[in-house]
Nanobody, 122 residues
Framework: QVHLVESGGGLVQAGGSLRLSCAAS????????MAWFRQAPGKEREFVAGMHWSGASTSYADSVQGRFTISRDNAETTVYLQMNSLKPEDTAVYYC???????????????WGQGTQVTVSS
């Protein structure tokens, strides 16, 4: 069982930056593939970024490539999403997810955080 807690969301102007954190309580994330998803009102949850359990590879949605970076701390208990050059269309609730096998499909992940709201004003 993995309990995930996101933080770091907020209101930012277009062009600004935010860093989201996803902390695992009670255990490390070293054996889990991690991912960030987001869901805007009236839309389906979509893949944003993912990291292989080893940390050796990452992947990104085309819409955030070059602007967002997923990373993990050395203690392997927290995963981050650094978001730069934010756009109004990035506004959504952002969720982190974990599972043994990585995927860009939300239904492949067993463990989810509660989400954190990111709002980008124009």
């Amino acid at each position: 069982q993995v309990h995930l807690v996101e933080s770091g969301g907020g209101l930012v102007q277009a062009g600004g930056s935010l860093r989201l954190s996803c902390a695992a309580s009670g255990r490390t994330l070293s054996n889990y593939a991690m991912a960030w998803f987001r869901q805007a009102p009236g839309k389906e949850r979509e893949f944003v970024a993912g990291m292989h359990w080893s940390g050796a590879s990452t992947s990104y949605a085309d819409s955030v490539q070059g602007r967002f970076t997923i990373s993990r701390d050395n203690a392997e208990t927290t995963v981050y999403l650094q978001m730069n050059s934010l756009k109004p269309e990035d506004t959504a609730v952002y969720y982190c997810a974990a599972d043994y096998y990585g995927s860009s499909r939300a239904d492949k992940y067993s463990y989810w955080g509660q989400g954190t709201q990111v709002t980008v004003s124009s």
